[in-house]
């Protein structure tokens, strides 16, 4: 069982930016592929980033060269540097978590965290 709480979200203007933090519980964090994902109003669950065991990082071409995705796993966390904000941006940011797998698509996490608001305005 593998709790995450995400942290770190909240109201910034346009060309901005927020670091985004996502705490694991568990001893094994290291053998997780870990995602963000994001959720606008009205709109369905979308990949953001994603990083595998050995440190491959993969982004959503939306938000390519304006975010950057890291873990930790001395300290279990992995966290989503989000620079150039636009107010497309704005959605509930989720981390998830896949024993083994780098997860890419909404259905690969199988932990998921209780998500944190980012809001961009313009």
């Known amino acids: 069982q593998v709790q995450l709480v995400e942290s770190g979200g909240g109201l910034v203007q346009a060309g901005g930016s927020l670091r985004l933090s996502c705490a694991a519980s568990?001893?094994?964090?290291?053998?997780?592929?870990m995602g963000w994902f994001r959720q606008a109003p009205g709109k369905e669950r979308e990949f953001v980033a994603a990083?595998?065991?050995?440190?491959?990082?993969y982004y959503a071409e939306s938000v390519k060269g304006r975010f950057a995705m890291s873990r930790d796993n001395a300290k279990s966390t992995v966290s989503l540097q989000m620079n150039s904000l636009k107010p497309e941006d704005t959605a509930v940011y989720y981390c998830g978590a896949r024993l083994w797998v780098t997860p890419t698509r909404v259905g690969d996490p199988e932990y998921w965290g209780k998500g944190t608001q980012v809001t961009v305005s313009s």
């Open positions: 990083i595998s065991r050995s440190g491959a990082i």
């Open positions: 568990g001893r094994t964090f290291g053998n997780y592929g």
